[in-house]
């Protein structure tokens, strides 16, 4: 069974990943959630994640990750998330508290499980860069790396960056420069796992739970901010990372070398696939079966508390 490490920015879709997460254990082992800066400061991203652990009855730790990107300046996604980073549902009080320093915890627990140890990260790569800069056993005990993140169909943030990338361009070459092996969910791919009045319905007809407040109420204000940003419905970008571990024939990969734009301004944080490079370390999903995710979402969805 998998074993990976969770770090996130939650989040809308962060939480909607959490609770696939939840509903769908006996498909892998959650180890551990670490909260990063991204959608908003580490401090919100933090209790978002708590509150959501928690409500979710989640028996897995809340680590602290980083709070700022290794070299540019920290750009937040309010408009989306809003001021909260997770706008729309109101938790109780949270009893739970963080168990301390995520990057500690990531460089012990990989390290002392040599092979063992998958990281998903659906924030900015920081964490996961910085673990790898600290120690060259990181890397080496890795199983694997999943992502969400970069685009070659064009960017969210600007016409070429999707935001995990935008937000630490140079954490996101690290990665994909690390010869570990990757599996990247780009909008090329989550941007097919689109959610729509027919899954909020079926929602909204679902059995009374804690979690279908928190999704209807945190998808009523993402639904807005997404129309109003990216003119669309929202995409279901880092739950596509958990339906990937529970079900990986939803997806359709293709073997590449991903690069990252560093140093242009027009195009920071661009993702590009050097199709004809060597040691191509990445599987970058190119499909995904909508029909599929969706069915695995409401398994889940009876599962939860
Ligand atoms: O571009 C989409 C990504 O940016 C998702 O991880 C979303 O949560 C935001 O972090
Ligand atoms: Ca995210």
Redesign the pocket.
């Known amino acids: 069974m998998e074993r990976f490490i969770f770090d996130?920015?939650?989040?809308h879709?962060?939480a909607v990943a959490l609770a696939m997460a939840k509903g769908l254990s006996e498909y892998f082992k959650l180890e551990a959630v670490i909260a990063t800066f991204?959608?908003q400061t580490r401090e919100k991203t933090l209790t978002n994640a708590l509150n959501l652990v928690q409500a979710l009855e989640l028996d897995v730790p809340v680590y602290e990750g980083s709070t700022e990107p290794l070299l540019r300046e920290r750009v937040v996604a309010a408009n989306i998330h809003g001021e909260n980073g997770l706008a729309g549902p109101v938790f109780p009080p949270c009893r739970i508290k963080s168990a301390g320093n995520g990057i500690r915890y990531a460089l012990d627990t990989v390290i002392n499980n040599p092979g063992e140890i998958t990281f998903v990260s659906?924030?900015p790569y920081t964490d996961l860069a910085v673990c790898i800069k600290s120690d060259p056993r990181f890397a080496k005990s890795l199983k694997r790396i999943i992502v969400?993140g970069g685009s070659t169909c064009g960017g969210n943030v600007t016409n070429t960056a999707e935001f995990?990338v935008y937000a630490d361009p140079e954490a996101a070459k690290i990665v994909f420069d690390s010869g570990v092996e990757i599996y990247q969910f780009g909008l090329d791919t989550t941007l097919q796992v689109m959610l729509n009045e027919d899954i909020l319905n079926r929602v909204r007809n679902s059995e009374e739970t804690t979690y279908k407040k928190i999704f209807l109420a945190s998808m009523e204000y993402y639904v807005k901010s997404c129309k109003e940003f990216i003119h669309d419905y929202p995409a279901m970008?880092?739950p596509c990372t958990i339906a990937f571990l529970a079900d990986p024939s939803i997806f359709e990969f293709r073997k590449v070398r991903v690069a990252v734009d560093c140093k242009s301004q027009l195009n920071y944080g661009a993702t590009v696939d050097l199709r004809e490079a060597e040691n191509k370390n990445v599987y970058k999903a190119v499909k995904a079966d909508s029909e599929k995710f969706w069915n695995l979402f409401f398994k889940a969805l009876e599962r939860l508390p």
């Open positions: 996130c920015d939650p989040g879709d962060d991204g959608n659906v924030g969400m995990n970008h880092d």
